[in-house]
């Protein structure tokens, strides 16, 4: 109705003064149309940058969330399962009154160890511990001899991410066998025999001197594993 | 004085004033060499091999029974010099049965050593740890603490000790003297610098060879000694000579030390009778 009465209005003019309204009225149109357009783009950019603000809120709550949770974790895994290498001057070793298994018992450890208590003359065991903190074991040694036969064996226990330098003569053992279904590696020398095998987060370390025969340490190992 | 004597005569004097200045000189700094706790380093990367075709051992002998294996007792510091001289008395044990009273240092069967016990090798190590003035003017002994409590504890117990020094006046082990007093069954001590002393293994073709690095000056037991000649295709290409020794330490009780090594300080025949 409105246009309808714009229009008569227009038509009632006289040329000249009706050109000089529409004129006018084109001017105006186009005063009004931007109102339009930028009202139009108003009201569309709060829709958007809102929908656009929560989709990077969500993303930042997101990766917060994960930053901080590697942050607690990371630390504790990779402390967990850090090997680390020990050198003389990181330990220190005593001898102790007990044997490997009372050791292993008393502290809930599952460790093997060769039952020969009551066969060997003499029996020597030595606990070996991080300086910084006495309760951290680098590796525990015991050594057994046999007065008449004159055999030496010595048992080397470390947990499985731990290595130490003493113990690098043991990267000879290069033979590889399964014995009662775990993996040793061995090597005999004219003087000694070495074995070395990894049982349930412990690694053991054999040596055998003046061996009573040729598969001793193989039997040793075999007496070992038999108590698991 | 003629004036040919005087050019004769003058340069003399002073090349022995300058001799005699430097042994001086060096007598007095290795007095003062103080011989503690020296860690022991092994090498991460694996162990030098000699590969041959064929190896004759030229010479090999130890002491009757080998040498005790003792080590360091927990409450004690820089007792290096304590333990190679409990080794020495436990060695002359066997022989001496009242150098350690109530215990017998070896097996009867087989005639080596036993490993320490709880009891009366500590009583041992204390009394030498005392009497050898270990941690009193410095750290560790000094070569004069470590004879002259040696010296004490065996006197005390009625018995006599000698030394006798097998290093020349150029720092050099005197192999043959070594030999002769280890084929007489007598112990050889060794007070060194930082050095080497070595784990040998012995392979079908080859020998691996792990040097370990004793990071101090040390004070070891000499037991044998162990002379080998490596051979290939082209004849002898190597020859090695050791002395076998107890190094006061676990779990490297038993070693190889080179006599080339030179890291020695000094050297003695330890004599017990």
Redesign the interface.
Known sequence: MRERDVHDLIEQQDPEHKQELLDKIKVRIAEENIFPQTQQNTEHKPVAAKKKNKLTLVIASVVTACLLCLAIVLPVTLTETKNR?C???DY????V?YNIKEYSEKNNKNMLYLDLYDSV??I?T?FYYNLKDRNDMIFI?E?M?N????ELI?V?ITDNKTRV??L??W??CEKKSVICGVSVQT?K????MLATFEYNGFRYYLQVDNAANQNRVTEIVEQMLAVK | MTKVRKFVLLPLLLVFSMIFGVATFTAVAETDIRYADAPFISPRSTSEKIYYTNRIEKLSNETDGKCPRYRQLTNMTNACGTVAGTTIVGFYDKYFPNLIPNWVSYYEASGLYRLQDTTYVPAVMNELYTLMRTNVDDVGVSENDFKTGLQTYVNNRGHNLTYTSVRNWLGKLNFDECKAALDQNKVIALLTKAGEVYDISMYDGYDAIDPITISGAHIMVAYGYYQVEYYNANGLFRTDTYLKVATGRSPQSLAYYKIDSNNLNAAYIVNIY
Do not use: A, M, Q, R
């Open positions: 290498y050198v003389d001057g220190v070793g005593e001898i009154s003359d003499t020597l030595e040694s050594e001899e007065g008449t036969t004159g010595k080397i330098d003493v690098n003569k990267n000879n090597v020398t004219e003087i000694f």
